[in-house]
């Protein structure tokens, strides 16, 4: 059963979720698609299942991103890094999982799986921006948040599909963009 949900996380990250066929899966596991139907009857149970196996992997990028007591006070280049790095990794990690966690295209109810985890992000980074703008509306303050999030995710499939060196380039383009994006709001 693992070798089958690694490879459909592999197929996910390369193409999609809509893209691949239970075959495409199968083939990629090394197994007929017959004993791929003996574990999960359809694409959407293999994804639910995989889901659930990420979840866990995901919350725990979260905390680690967030985990700090201090992020109001330290500087914003170590705020970027501290909330930044621990993402990547994730997503570098499980190179599928935006295709299950931020796909649009997934099945409903799939994408209803992973709505609380995305709205505990947004809001630990509601939360961290209230803390660093206390200037700004709640209004203002969940839109940011949302713009900050959406930065982030932009450009994360690029991240995780490029090479070692164009990675950290990406990685490094990524957090001025959110460094300029969140410096602003604070002087704001």
């Not at 690694?6 to 004993?35: C, H, K, M, W």
């Not at 621990?86 to 709505?115: C, S, W």
Request: aromatic share 6%; net charge negative.
């Amino acid at each position: 059963m693992t070798q089958i949900l690694d490879a459909a996380l592999e197929l996910f990250g390369e193409q999609g979720y809509r893209a691949v066929s239970t075959n495409a899966i199968a083939a990629r596991a090394g197994i007929s698609p017959g004993s791929l139907y003996q574990f999960f009857p359809n694409k959407e149970a293999i994804a639910e299942a995989l889901s659930m196996r990420l979840v866990e992997s995901f919350r725990a990028a979260h905390a680690s991103a967030f985990e700090r007591t201090d992020l109001a006070e330290i500087g914003l280049d170590e705020l970027v890094d501290a909330v930044i790095d621990p993402l990547v990794a994730f997503n570098v990690a499980h190179p599928g999982a935006k295709a299950l966690f931020a796909d649009t295209d997934m099945p409903a109810g799939l994408a209803e799986g992973t709505r609380p985890l995305q709205a505990a992000l947004l809001g630990r980074v509601d939360s961290v921006i209230g803390v660093r703008a206390p200037q700004l509306s709640a209004a203002d303050r969940s839109r940011s948040a949302l713009v900050a999030v959406q930065i982030v995710r932009a450009m994360t499939g690029a991240i995780v599909a490029a090479g070692e060196q164009d990675r950290a380039a990406l990685v490094a383009e990524t957090k001025r963009a959110l460094r300029g994006y969140l410096a602003e709001l604070e002087t704001t």
